[in-house]
Nanobody
Framework: QVQLVESGGGLVQAGDSLRLSCAAS????????MGWFRQAPGKEREFVAV????????DYADSVKGRFTISRDNAKNTLYLLMNSVKPEDTAVYYC?????????????????WGQGTQVTVSS
C-alpha cells in the first residue's frame, strides 16, 4: 500500500523557519514529480511547490517564491519543504503529493497519491 506521511509541522512565530518532510512507502517515487499543497480553513487546496524527478526543475507559487525551497532525496524516498520567513498567511494544513509523471504542474489533477497533511500555524 502506498503511503505518504508528512511531518515537521507545528506552531511557529512569524519570521521563523520550518522544514516539512514527506516520507513515502509502498513504492519508490524516484521517477515521479512530487509537490506540496496547502489548505487553509475555508479555502480550497492550493499549490505551493513542485519538483521534477530529476530535481532540476522546480516551480513555486508566487506567494512563497523566494521563501520556500522544495527538495527531495530519492535514495530516501523523501520530499522536503524548507519554509523560511514564514508569515501568518502561511497557516494551513500542508500536503505532499506524488504525480504519475516525471514532471507536473500546479494542477491537483496531475497528482495521484496524497498524504494526510501536517498542520502549520504561524502566529504574528
Amino acid at each position: 500500500q502506498v503511503q505518504l506521511v508528512e511531518s515537521g509541522g507545528g506552531l511557529v512565530q512569524a519570521g521563523d523557519s520550518l522544514r516539512l518532510s514527506c516520507a513515502a512507502s509502498g513504492r519508490t517515487f524516484g521517477s515521479n514529480a512530487m509537490g506540496w499543497f496547502r489548505q487553509a480553513p475555508g479555502k480550497e487546496r492550493e499549490f505551493v511547490a513542485v519538483i521534477s524527478w530529476t530535481r532540476t526543475i522546480t516551480d513555486y507559487a508566487d506567494s512563497v517564491k523566494g521563501r520556500f525551497t522544495i527538495s527531495r532525496d530519492n535514495a530516501k524516498n523523501t520530499l522536503y519543504l524548507l519554509m523560511n520567513s514564514v508569515k501568518p498567511e502561511d497557516t494551513a494544513v500542508y500536503y505532499c503529493a506524488a504525480a504519475l509523471a516525471p514532471y507536473a504542474t500546479m494542477s491537483t489533477n496531475e497528482y495521484k497519491y496524497w498524504g494526510q497533511g501536517t498542520q502549520v500555524t504561524v502566529s504574528s
